[in-house]
C-alpha cells in the first residue's frame, strides 16, 4: 500500500518505503488536514447544504435546485437578491472604471527612470490598503458627516459648495460613495501590481521606441501598455473575486442591513444577514447556504471566463 | 532629453494624489488629540496647548477591554503567521523535493485554496466551529486563518525553496543528516526572507479582518482589535472625542508596523501575484 | 554626407567623469569601431551619439547638423541594440513598420522599405512570425531590419554579436562586413572583441576609463600602437611586455641580465627605465634574428600546426612564443627565442611609445 502512494519506493536512496512515507505524512498531513477541513470541507458542506430546506420542525429536507429556484424567481428572495446582484454589479464596475485606471496611472508614473523619492510616494500611497475597513469606513463617515462639516467646508474652497448633500445617508447616492471609498482605500494593489509589471520591461525597448520616434507617452501607450496586459488582467479578476466577496466595508458603515433601504446591500452583506438573522428576519441556514453557493458559481463563473477567454490571449504578449 | 517641465507635472500629480490619501488618516489622528470644541471648531488645527486633550483617550482605555482586544489581536496574528509559516514550509518542502504519486494533484487541490474566498463556506465553518466546541475562542480564529493562507504562502515558498541549488541539499545527505534534519537546519534558515515576506502579507489581512472575528468570536471578552473597535464605535457613536480616539488607536500600531515593513510587504505582493 | 564629428565631449555623472575630452571624426561611409574594456566608456559614448544620454560639455554634428539638444529620432539614426529589443507583441513587419509608422510615412512608402530590408537580410518568409518564434541570429536580423528601414545617417551597433554562439558570431560577423559594403553606410560599432574590431573596422577607436587611447587603421594600430594599454589590447595572444633598462651602448638589459643590442637609435636616454614589448607571432625558435632571449620551457600549449611556448626567463617573468608545426621542446629545456628588432616595441615610463 505505502508502494502505491510514494509510486512505487522511496524516493530517497537508502531509506525505505515505508520511512518515505511517514516522511511525506509529516511534512504534508498538518497542512492538507488544516487545509482541507477548515477551507475545502466547508466549501462542499455549504453547497451540500444548499440543497435542503429547513422545515418548520427544524429538520431538513432534501430539495434539489429548489432554493435556488426560490432565491431566483420568489419575490421575498429574488427581490433581495437580485438587488444585491446589481449593487454588487454596480460596485463592481465602479472599482474597474475608478480604482484600475488610477492605479495604472500612478503605476506609469512611479515607474518613470530617475523619479525622484519614488519610494516614498509608494509607501505613503499604499497606506490606505494597510488600514482595516472598520477605520477607513468610520473615518469617511467622520469626514462626509454633515455635522462635522470638513468635506463641505472644501468643496466650498473650489466653489463647488452646492454639490454637497449627505451622500451616505440618501438612497441614490449611499452605494457610489461606499464604492469610491473602497476604491481610495484599495488602489494601491492595482498601483503596485502594474509597477512591478512595469519594472520588468527591458529598458531597452523604452530606448528603441525612442530612437524610433516615440515620445514618453507614447511609448507607454504603444510599447508598455500592450505588454502588461497579462496583469491588468490578473487585477481585474482580483478586483471581480473581491468585489463580489465584499462585506466588511458596507458592514461598518451600513450595518448587516445595508441601508438607506437596502441601497448599499451587496451579495456578502445580504449573504450575513440572511444567515445570522437580523431585527427583520430569523436566521436561515438553507438559504443562506443558497446564498453562499451562489456567490460562489458567480466567482466561479468569473474566474473560468478570465482563464479561458482572456488567459489564452495572454501568451501573446509574453517575452 | 526629459524636459524638466514633465517631471514637475508628475510630481505635482503624485504629490496631490498623496496627500488625497494620507489626509483622512491625519485629520482623524490629529483630531482625536483635541477638545470637542475644537473638533467642530477648527478641524483643520493642529492641537495646541490649548485644545490639546486626552479625553477620548482616556474612555477608550478606561475600560481594559482595550487592552485585552489588543492581546487578542497579537495572539490570533501571531500564531497564524507562525503556524501558516511552519506548516507552509513543511508543506512546500515535501511538494518542491520529493517525488511521489499525488505530487501534482496535492499541488492543484492547495492551489485551489488561492482563488477560492474561504468565508463562502463560513455557514459550514461555524457548524464545525460550534460542534467542535470552539465558539468564541482565539483558536477557532486561528485555525480558520491558517487554513486561508496556507495555500498562498505553500505557494511562495515553494518558489523560494526551489531556487535552493540542490547541490546543498545532496552534499547534506552526503554529510549523513536526516530528512528532518535538513528541512529544520538547512532550508528554513535558507528561506528566511521568503518566510518574512509571507509573514508581512498575511499579517496586514488577519490583523485587519472584521468578518471572522465577528462570526465564530463575537463576545466573551475575545474580540480582536478590529471587532472591538467597531463594536466600541457602535456604541460611542456620537462622543466624537473617544470615536477619534479610538480610530487612532487602532491606526497608529498598523502604521508603525507598516513603515517598518514596508518594502517586504510590497515584495510579498508582488511575488504573490505573479502565477 | 553622413560624417559624425565629435569634439571634446564630457559627460560625468555627479562627480564621476565617464567621458573625457573625446575628440572623434568618423567619415562619411565608414565603418568605426569603439573597442575597449568593460567599463571603458564605450556604450556610454554610442549613446550618447544616439541621443540616449545626455552630455555635459562639448558638440556633437551629424551629416553637419549640431545635434546636441536633438532627440534621437531627429539625429537620423538608427541603432542596433545588444539584446536587440524587438517588440515582443508585434510580428517582424510590425517590428520594423513601428518607427515609420510614427513618422508619418505613407503606407505604401513603409511597405517598400520593409520590404527591401527583409530582402536584403533574407527575412521574407518570417515577415508575420513574432519574436518569441526566432532564433537569436533571425532577431538580431529584424533589429538591423529596423535599422535599415530608417534609411539613417549613422548606424549605431551595441555590441551585437555578444549574444550569439560563436559559430554564429563568425558567419554574422561576415554578414555585417558585407551589409557595409552593399549600403555604403556610415557605422559606429561597439564591441569588446579585438578581433571583430580588426576585422571589421576602417578605423578603430580604443578607449580606456574614459579617454580614446588611440585611433586609427587597424594595422596601424597593430604596428604601431600608441602606448602599452593599446599595445596589449590589440593582438590575442597578448603582447608579451618586460621591463628593462637603456644602457649608454644603445642596448638594453633586461631585469634578468640579458642584454640586448639595438642597432636603431631610440630616444630613450641611458639610465632610463623601460618597457620592451613584442608579440609571440613575431619570435621565432632557436632564434637566429638580431635580438635572442634565453629562457627554459614551462608550458607548451598546441593547437595543431601551431602551438604557444610559454618560457620561463631567471628573473621569473614569462614569455609566450608562437611555434610553428611542433616544436619538439621538452618541458624544462633551455631554449632561445629570436625576434627581429623591428617587432620590438619601445614603452616609456608612462607606457606611452617612443
Known amino acids: 500500500m505505502s508502494d502505491q502512494a510514494t509510486g512505487g519506493g522511496s524516493g530517497i536512496i537508502g531509506m525505505g518505503r515505508g520511512s518515505y512515507l511517514w516522511l511525506l505524512v509529516f511534512f504534508l498531513a498538518p497542512a492538507v488536514l488544516i487545509y482541507s477541513i477548515f477551507s475545502i470541507y466547508p466549501l462542499f458542506a455549504t453547497i451540500f447544504n444548499s440543497l435542503y430546506l429547513r422545515q418548520p420542525d427544524g429538520s431538513y429536507l432534501f430539495n434539489g ?30 472599482h474597474m472604471a475608478v480604482q484600475n485606471p488610477i492605479g495604472l496611472a500612478l503605476a506609469a508614473m512611479l515607474s518613470l527612470p530617475r523619479l525622484r523619492l519614488r519610494a ?19 473615518s469617511w463617515q467622520l469626514i462626509l458627516s454633515p455635522l462635522w462639516g470638513i468635506s463641505k467646508m472644501f468643496l466650498q474652497t473650489v466653489g463647488l459648495g452646492f454639490l454637497f448633500a449627505p451622500w451616505l445617508g440618501q438612497e441614490n447616492t449611499a452605494l457610489i460613495t461606499i464604492s469610491l471609498i473602497s476604491v481610495w482605500q484599495f488602489v494601491g ?58 462585506f466588511d466595508l458596507i458592514y461598518a458603515m451600513k450595518g448587516a442591513l445595508a441601508g438607506p433601504n437596502f441601497s448599499a446591500d451587496i451579495m456578502g452583506t445580504l449573504f450575513y444577514r440572511t444567515f445570522f438573522g437580523n431585527q427583520l428576519q430569523l436566521g436561515d441556514l438553507s438559504m443562506g447556504s443558497t446564498i453562499a453557493t451562489m ?17 489564452r490571449r495572454m501568451q501573446r504578449y509574453s517575452f | 532629453m526629459r524636459k524638466p517641465a514633465s517631471t514637475f507635472v508628475v510630481h505635482v500629480i503624485l504629490i496631490l494624489y498623496t496627500i488625497l490619501a494620507l489626509f483622512p488618516i491625519i485629520l482623524v489622528i490629529m483630531n482625536s488629540f483635541k477638545a470637542r470644541k475644537a473638533i467642530f471648531g477648527s478641524p483643520l488645527a493642529l492641537p495646541t496647548p490649548s485644545t490639546f486633550s486626552l479625553i477620548g483617550y482616556d474612555k477608550v482605555f478606561g475600560d481594559n477591554s482595550i487592552v485585552s482586544y489588543y492581546i487578542n489581536s497579537i495572539t490570533v496574528t501571531g500564531s497564524t503567521i507562525f503556524f501558516t509559516l511552519l506548516l507552509g514550509a513543511m508543506a512546500a518542502w515535501a511538494l518542491t523535493e520529493y517525488k511521489f504519486r499525488w505530487n501534482t494533484l496535492l499541488t492543484l487541490f492547495l ?80 528561506i528566511r526572507p521568503a518566510m518574512a515576506t509571507v509573514a508581512v502579507f498575511t499579517m496586514i489581512p488577519v490583523w485587519n479582518d472584521l468578518w471572522f472575528p465577528l462570526l465564530l468570536a463575537p463576545t466573551g471578552g475575545k474580540q480582536t482589535i478590529t471587532l472591538g473597535i467597531q463594536q466600541f464605535l457602535g456604541q460611542y457613536i456620537t462622543d466624537w472625542n473617544a470615536v477619534l480616539a479610538a480610530l487612532s488607536t487602532a491606526i497608529i500600531p498598523v502604521l508603525i508596523l507598516y513603515i517598518i515593513f514596508s518594502r517586504q510587504l510590497i515584495r510579498g505582493l508582488t511575488s504573490g501575484a505573479v502565477k | 554626407m553622413s560624417e559624425v564629428k565629435i569634439d571634446k565631449l564630457c559627460k560625468s555623472y555627479g562627480p564621476v567623469e565617464v567621458l573625457k575630452d573625446i575628440d572623434l571624426t568618423v567619415e562619411d561611409g565608414s565603418f568605426v569601431v569603439l573597442v575597449g574594456p568593460s567599463g571603458c566608456g564605450k556604450s556610454t559614448l554610442l549613446r550618447s551619439i544616439a541621443g540616449l544620454e545626455p552630455v555635459s560639455s562639448g558638440s556633437m554634428t551629424i551629416g553637419g547638423k549640431t545635434v546636441n539638444d536633438l532627440p534621437p529620432a531627429q539625429r537620423e539614426i538608427a541603432m542596433v541594440f545588444q539584446s536587440y529589443a524587438l517588440y515582443p507583441h508585434m510580428d517582424v513587419y510590425s517590428n520594423m513598420a513601428f518607427g515609420l509608422k510614427f513618422a508619418r510615412t505613407p503606407k505604401a512608402e513603409i511597405d ?19 519574436p518569441r518564434e526566432l532564433s537569436g541570429g533571425q532577431r538580431q536580423r529584424v533589429a538591423i531590419g529596423r535599422a535599415i528601414v530608417r534609411k539613417p545617417q549613422v548606424f549605431l551597433f551595441d555590441e551585437p554579436l555578444s549574444n550569439l554562439d560563436a559559430a554564429l558570431r563568425i558567419n554574422t560577423r ?18 569588446h572583441d579585438q578581433v571583430e574590431a580588426m576585422t571589421l573596422a576602417d578605423k578603430i577607436v580604443v578607449m580606456n576609463k574614459g579617454r580614446i587611447e588611440q585611433s586609427g587603421e587597424p594595422l596601424d594600430l597593430y604596428y604601431k600602437p600608441a602606448n602599452i594599454f593599446v599595445a596589449g589590447f590589440i593582438g590575442s595572444p597578448a603582447m608579451n611586455f618586460l621591463g628593462a633598462t637603456v644602457k649608454k651602448n644603445g642596448a638594453v638589459t633586461l631585469v634578468d641580465g640579458q642584454e640586448l643590442k639595438l642597432k636603431t637609435p631610440t630616444a630613450a636616454k641611458a639610465g632610463q627605465n623601460i618597457t620592451i614589448g613584442f608579440r609571440p607571432e613575431h619570435t621565432t625558435l632557436h632564434g637566429n634574428k638580431d635580438l635572442k632571449f634565453k629562457g627554459t620551457v614551462d608550458i607548451i600549449e598546441r593547437l595543431g600546426e601551431m602551438g604557444f ?46
Not at chain 1, 426560490?70 to 454589479?89: E, G, H, K, Q, V
Not at chain 1, 498601483?191 to 525597448?205: G, S
Not at chain 2, 463556506?121 to 491558517?146: D, F, K, P
Not at chain 3, 520593409?114 to 513574432?130: C, G, H, M
Open chain 1, 65 to 94: 435546485l429548489g432554493n435556488f429556484h426560490t432565491l431566483l424567481t420568489d419575490t421575498t428572495w429574488s427581490a433581495p437578491f437580485w438587488n444585491a446582484f446589481r449593487n454588487n454589479c454596480y460596485f463592481f464596475l465602479i
Open chain 1, 120 to 138: 516614498a510616494y509608494r509607501t505613503l500611497i499604499f497606506m490606505p490598503t494597510m488600514l482595516s475597513v472598520v477605520i477607513i469606513g468610520f
Open chain 1, 189 to 246: 494593489i492595482p498601483m503596485i501590481l502594474i509597477y512591478t509589471a512595469l519594472l520588468a520591461i527591458p529598458e531597452e525597448l523604452i530606448d528603441a521606441a525612442t530612437v524610433d520616434g516615440l515620445n514618453q507617452f507614447q511609448a507607454f501607450l504603444w510599447v508598455k501598455l500592450p505588454l502588461i496586459l497579462p496583469t491588468i488582467g490578473l487585477v481585474s479578476i482580483l478586483t471581480f473575486v473581491n468585489n463580489f466577496n465584499a
Open chain 1, 295 to 311: 456567490m460562489f458559481v458567480i466567482i466561479l463563473i468569473g474566474v473560468m471566463a478570465y482563464l479561458f477567454l482572456i488567459q
Open chain 2, 111 to 190: 492551489a485551489i485554496g488561492i482563488m477560492v474566498p474561504i468565508r463562502l463556506g463560513s455557514v459550514a465553518i461555524i457548524q464545525l466551529i460550534v460542534q467542535m466546541n470552539l465558539i468564541n475562542t482565539l483558536t477557532a480564529l486561528i485555525l480558520v486563518y491558517t487554513a486561508q493562507n496556507l495555500p498562498l504562502s505553500i505557494f511562495i515558498l515553494s518558489e523560494f525553496i526551489a531556487q535552493i541549488p540542490k547541490d546543498l541539499r545532496e552534499a547534506a545527505r552526503c554529510d549523513g543528516l536526516s530528512e528532518y534534519n535538513i528541512f529544520f537546519f538547512i532550508v528554513l534558515p535558507l
Open chain 3, 112 to 130: 517598400a522599405r520593409v520590404n527591401e530590408a527583409a530582402r536584403i537580410l533574407q527575412l521574407e518568409p518570417l515577415l508575420k512570425r513574432r
Open chain 3, 174 to 191: 561576415v554578414e555585417i562586413a558585407k551589409l557595409h559594403k552593399m549600403l555604403k553606410a556610415t557605422i559606429v560599432y561597439v564591441t
Open chain 3, 309 to 354: 611556448a610559454h618560457l620561463r626567463l631567471s628573473s621569473g617573468q614569462t614569455i609566450i612564443a608562437e611555434v610553428r608545426g611542433d616544436p619538439g621542446m621538452d618541458i624544462g629545456a633551455a631554449t632561445n627565442i629570436g625576434l627581429a628588432e623591428e617587432h620590438l616595441h619601445l614603452f616609456d615610463g608612462n607606457g606611452n611609445r617612443f
